[in-house]
């Protein structure tokens, strides 16, 4: 794939702008934080997570009629971009306003000369219509203006947008990056608007999918964050609710666009993405040294985890992989977990501290302005995704494996991860989606049905290249550090097994798995979004 030339200058514009250096965000040593609000529109309700009590709204078609309300004097919705969740998110709103009856109409703002264009109209929206139009002139008629353009387009045209838009409107994002890049530079937001965001916890063709799969079950979708940053009508959090309702999101939980960037980008460069395509190759190998053939080891290795461990951690929790097993094969869980925590830890709490600090934004713009130079190239091409093909070609969905020690590994750098965000402060339900839920009911998915390209390269610029950047640290630390410890036997620390096993999070990832809708994503269904296979 690549872009543009006026898009690759428009990134390296933007690099010149970031500021060199960013001072060091220092984490919080307070637990986790508790969140809550309140609507004149939607019923919060309050669900215990782990040793705190957050505020959550439950979604649902049957809160459509709600909607009218929640919009009430927004008239049009600009939807500006068209990458991983422009299409799905804008396709979303424009159907459940009008099954509503909400009189607000969506219309996608892109160049004229966008390659994005006709697959925009291909999606039902249209110039004659005036559902389809020229970015600025979108943005200057509308009422909302949902910024989903790639998170460096954003930071070098944020100024342009902000004096385009008219007087009262709401600028709506769904990541925070923007936030921690005018943080970077000194600059801030518009006094004089609302600005919202409305974040769901996966992939945009995910969203679309499931909304598509979870008409007939009173919806189903993907959850969503909501921040606040500035409410200068008294009527914002009302709208990012129901922005997040008419998406399709089961629940949503309330967060800040700080929270959400650092969490956000740092674990799609964790568990979501960059560690789970390291530990699968690194597995990969690993199998095939102890002498089982490519497709055992693939088996054993990649399919463990999307076609049964996550399965698992979706409907019942973290811990259930654990307790399924035999005893013979705890020891072997126990083994991979004692030795893969902390070298994963190692690895996170360097991710999150550069996130923290604005150096992995920088990375971001910068990746941006070589990639005229440097496209994106394809990630799929070694020897373990090539015989992946093979084996989905052949799987028995029935009987696919739970190796222990896979599963030790996974789900050692998932707690890894987990653990660096509370002790960083973020909220249990932050935590677990970002985590947990995003991991096992949007993204791996997506690398069950067609392979680790199909997953990293269906989310934003951002997150593929923080898992490609951060991808081969997981591999090669886990291999250096955690599979030589348990080939020269060391012992299994009995103190990291035992807070495993209490920690507190499997009861907040519970009582998330009772709020999780009935409906499993399917990637082999028809969708009207659009997914990417990079040639």
């Not at 306003?97 to 390659?115: N, Y």
């Not at 914002?236 to 399709?248: N, P």
């Not at 969905?397 to 998932?414: K, L, Q, W």
């Not at 392979?451 to 951060?470: E, L, P, Q």
Request: net charge negative.
């Amino acid at each position: 794939m690549k872009l543009s030339v006026a898009v690759a200058a428009l990134f390296a514009a933007s690099v010149s702008a970031f500021a060199p250096s960013a001072p060091f965000v220092q984490r919080p040593s307070s637990s986790a934080l508790q969140m809550s609000f309140s609507s004149d529109v939607f019923s919060p309700v309050e669900v215990k997570l782990a040793d705190t009590t957050e505020t959550i709204v439950k979604g649902g078609r049957d809160l459509f009629p709600l909607l009218p309300k929640a919009f009430e004097g927004v008239k049009k919705i600009g939807v500006i971009g068209w990458g991983s969740q422009a299409p799905a998110q804008a396709q979303n709103l424009r159907d459940s306003l009008v099954e509503s009856g909400t009189d607000a109409s969506v219309t996608i703002g892109l160049r004229p000369s966008s390659a994005s264009y006709q697959e925009a109209k291909d999606a039902g929206f249209s110039e004659e219509d005036g559902t389809l139009g020229e970015m600025w002139e979108v943005i200057k008629q509308s009422d909302l203006v949902m910024l989903l353009i790639s998170d460096a387009a954003q930071a070098k045209l944020y100024k342009e947008i902000f004096a385009a838009m008219k007087p009262g409107a709401t600028l709506g994002l769904s990541h925070g990056f923007l936030l921690g890049y005018l943080d970077s530079i000194g600059e801030s937001f518009p006094e004089d608007m609302d600005v919202i965001a409305v974040c769901p916890k996966g992939m945009g063709p995910s969203v679309r999918r499931l909304y598509e799969q979870g008409k007939e079950v009173n919806g189903a979708g993907i959850n969503s964050s909501f921040a606040v940053h500035q409410d200068k009508s008294g009527k914002a959090t009302d709208l990012a609710l129901g922005w997040g309702v008419a998406l399709g999101s089961p629940f949503m939980f309330e967060t800040t666009l700080t929270s959400e960037y650092k969490s956000d980008i740092y674990g799609e460069r964790g568990i979501l993405l960059g560690a789970v395509h390291g530990i699968v190759e690194s597995l990969y190998r690993r199998y095939q040294r102890q002498g089982m053939t490519p497709e055992q080891a693939f088996t054993e290795s990649c399919e463990s985890i999307t076609g049964n461990i996550v399965k698992i951690i979706s409907t019942q929790g973290i811990k259930a992989v654990y307790e399924s097993l035999g005893d013979d094969d705890k020891k072997v869980f126990e083994q991979a977990y004692s030795a893969s925590y902390m070298p994963a830890k190692e690895i996170l709490q360097e991710i999150y501290d550069e996130v923290a600090s604005g150096n992995e934004i920088r990375t971001v713009i910068m990746h941006g302005a070589r990639i005229d130079k440097f496209p994106v190239g394809k990630i799929d091409g070694t020897d373990t995704w090539i015989v992946g093909e093979k084996v989905r070609a052949s799987r028995d969905e029935e009987n696919i494996p739970m190796n222990p020690f896979t599963a030790g590994v996974y789900v050692a750098t998932m707690m890894a991860q987990i653990d660096v965000l509370l002790e960083a402060g973020h909220p249990y339900s932050e935590v677990v989606n970002e985590s947990v839920i995003e991991a096992v009911d949007s993204l791996c998915p997506y690398m069950h049905y067609r392979g680790v390209a199909f997953m990293v390269d269906n989310c934003s610029f951002t997150a593929k290249t923080g898992s490609r950047k951060w991808a081969p640290r997981f591999d090669y630390i886990l291999e250096q550090l955690a599979y030589t410890a348990v080939d020269n036997g060391k012992e299994v620390d009995a103190d990291l097994i035992e807070a495993f096993k209490v920690h507190t999070v499997h009861d907040a990832v519970e009582a998330c798995c009772k709020l999780r809708p009935p409906v499993d994503i399917s990637c082999t269904a028809d969708t009207s979004t659009k997914e990417i296979v990079i040639q």
